[in-house]
């Protein structure tokens, strides 16, 4: 090979090659195209888990519609009368209607959600019941979290002869044919999260539990805060415990979702007015503008 030849060559091996500065410049440009993209990403991924818990909202309210039909009325948020958490809620009882029914099959209803013989099912986990962007980390040995609780109404959830909800505790029952507002206009279930698995001396996170009829497992009422994010801390504020413990409230960004007595999801933005949210949470409280 020539000189002449040899020098072409290698002026363009060298033509090609990336300097560092230039190599900086790329790395600088991708970065700055990452961040650009990442929020888009993440509010692509929020809005699919969003569509997701509608949907399983979806499936709770045609399922208590097929409860309903099989029983004629709605399922009952507490069915035992003994004191404590060996209550089954209504989540328990939707069970055969979405698809479960092996599992409340091998449940014994005479002893109750806390008897070790119904552990198997009342710590199983069960997806149509998770909110996919609940903050949430299981624990062995503990009962079964959900994302979403029944609706007892606008008055404290305590007292079952208060609830003015769909949703009530036995003796009492309600058929749809008692919801005068309108099965379009009340609350059936809405979503609870998990307050950011703050413990408060427990061993387990704050949050409702799918199987348990019990106010501080799976009753939700309107009589507290709307969203709250946190709660305070009971040893501070005794008060707060079942104010927060059973408000309504979700880990998407500024609202919750909430299935109505007809089927139909509605997501509820955080400045609803608080008499149109107790309104929307009673069966007969006789208002006339449901408009949200």
Avoid at 35 to 58: F, G, M, V, Y
Avoid at 93 to 118: C, I, K, M, Q, W
Avoid at 194 to 211: D, H, I, K, L, M
Avoid at 230 to 245: I, L, M
Wanted: glycine share 10%.
């Amino acid at each position: 090979m020539n000189l002449l030849g040899w020098c072409h060559k290698t002026r363009r091996t060298r033509s090609v090659a990336f300097t560092l500065v230039e190599l900086l410049v790329v790395i600088a440009i991708i970065g700055v195209l990452v961040a650009l993209l990442l929020p888009a990403i993440q509010a692509a991924r929020e809005t699919a888990r969003t569509c997701t818990c509608r949907n399983h909202l979806r499936q709770i309210g045609i399922a208590t519609q097929m409860f309903h039909d099989a029983k004629g009325y709605l399922p009952p948020v507490s069915t035992h009368t003994n004191i404590g958490t060996d209550r089954e809620s209504a989540l328990l009882f939707l069970l055969p209607y979405l698809e479960e029914a092996n599992r409340l099959v091998t449940y014994n209803p005479e002893l109750g959600t806390s008897h070790p013989d119904n552990a198997g099912v009342v710590e199983a986990t069960i997806p149509v019941y998770l909110c996919p962007s609940m903050i949430y980390t299981p624990e062995a040995g503990q009962p079964g979290a959900t994302s979403y609780a029944p609706c007892t109404g606008s008055n404290s959830p305590w007292l079952i002869t208060m609830h003015n909800g769909s949703m009530v505790s036995r003796p009492t029952v309600v058929a749809l044919k008692d919801v005068a507002d309108g099965t379009t206009n009340t609350f059936a279930f809405g979503e609870q999260d998990f307050f950011e698995n703050q413990t408060f001396g427990s061993s387990a996170p704050v949050g409702p539990r799918w199987s348990g009829g019990y106010v501080s497992d799976s009753f939700g009422a309107t009589w507290g805060p709307f969203n709250p994010q946190t709660r305070p801390d009971p040893e501070v504020d005794p008060g707060s415990a079942g104010k927060y413990g059973t408000a309504f409230r979700s880990d998407h960004r500024g609202g919750v979702q909430f299935v109505m007595v007809d089927g139909s999801v509605q997501f509820i933005t955080d400045d609803i007015e608080e008499a149109l949210l107790d309104a929307l949470a009673t069966r007969a409280g006789g208002e006339v503008d449901h408009s949200f």
